[in-house]
């Protein structure tokens, strides 16, 4: 089924479609996005992309590389980040975004709720006790959102530009920073190495002593194997599932479908104003032309059969759970994440 569809990406600095360009997926050039909160260069990279413009390449160089080959990591989302002092003055007291401001996950416009797979506690349990225990939300709200502290929710975080280099697939960033930024990182204690920067900054203590500074640049990279966009699975330790039948909450409904999206934004917990917004939009073959332009009623076109869970109803909660500590060991420390202040999350 997902050779029906065709996966478009855009981005931009806020939610407004007008504001978003197309970004193109696996060249080394960035896209560059600027507004008066933020400056931003970025780089998509999805292993086997199938999808808009037309002509991409399939892959990236950034995957032959490691540790990307060793993980088999099948996406990044991977930038720039210089934050702008606000132009209001507003900066309570603070040279920049403090880290327990700083988030980036997913949210969506309307309820979800209806549509969460069999087995859907389970997979966050696995999320959140393996891969990102920051990671908090409510999926059941009319408006769902996940999103992490941004220190501890990306696989890497760069303080300095980073690298450009075509041969790695364009943006590069290594944990660490310039001979400044690794000063800085020395001066509040971050540890220099990626897994162990992610569990310092679970506890509340870290994120306070972090200021992600006006005027320098971050170099931020989120990747992970777990999401194929060539097949539209997600595929967890313990638990798979076809993302197709509930992309952007919305099941296999026949009929008009206004959007079909999935969601990544950089935001400030305390302003709720975005940095970023990516849209990953699945179209219909049908209604995209030759050149890659988008039909007349395109974002119409999700059309499918009925939703079947059958096949589901017998998920092994239990037996998933124990799959995923097979293939990933022990959780990660929960007297770690018990430091971490309950208002890190809306």
């Known amino acids: 089924m997902a050779e029906n569809y065709v996966l478009r990406i855009t981005a931009g600095p806020d939610y407004d479609p007008s504001q978003m360009v197309e970004v193109p997926v696996n060249t080394a050039k960035p896209v560059t996005i600027k507004s008066d909160r933020a400056d931003i260069d970025l780089n998509v990279r999805i292993n086997d992309y199938k999808g808009l413009p037309r002509n991409s390449p399939k892959t990236s160089p950034y995957f032959s590389t490691e540790p990307h080959a060793y993980n088999k990591d099948q996406y990044s989302i991977s930038f720039r980040f210089t934050p702008k002092k606000p132009s209001n003055g507003d900066t309570d007291d603070t040279d920049g975004i403090k880290a327990t401001d700083l988030q980036f996950g997913n949210d969506f416009d309307r309820p979800i709720r209806d549509r969460l ?19 908090d939300g409510d999926a059941y709200a009319d408006k769902p959102f996940l999103y992490g502290p941004a220190l501890s929710s990306f696989n890497t975080v760069h303080v300095g530009k980073g690298e450009f280099d075509e041969e790695k697939g364009g943006l590069w960033f290594e944990e660490g920073g310039d001979q400044d930024g690794l000063e800085a990182r020395e001066e509040v204690g971050a540890p220099l190495t990626s897994k162990a920067r992610m569990k310092w900054a679970l506890r509340a203590d870290s994120k306070e002593k972090w200021v992600f500074e006006y005027g320098q640049t971050y170099g931020l990279d989120f990747f992970n194997p777990y999401l194929n966009f060539s097949e539209l699975a997600l595929n967890l330790p313990g638990f798979q599932l076809p993302i197709m039948k509930y992309w952007d909450g919305q099941g296999l409904r026949p009929g008009p ?62 037996g998933a759970l124990k799959e995923a500590t097979e293939q990933l060991g022990p959780k990660i420390d929960e007297k770690e994440k018990a430091q971490t202040s309950a208002d890190d999350i809306d």
Do not use: C
């Open 117 to 135: 797979p069999p087995g859907f506690n389970t997979a966050m349990s696995i999320v959140r006790w393996w891969i990102d225990p920051g990671l």
């Open 257 to 318: 479908k206004r959007s079909h999206q999935l969601r990544y934004v950089l935001r400030n917990k305390e302003t709720g104003e975005p940095y970023l917004v990516i849209l990953f939009s699945l179209y219909h073959k049908d209604y995209v032309n030759e050149d890659g332009s988008l039909k007349e009623g395109a974002e119409d076109s999700l059309k499918l059969p009925d939703n079947d869970d059958a096949q589901y109803d017998d998920f092994d909660g239990d």
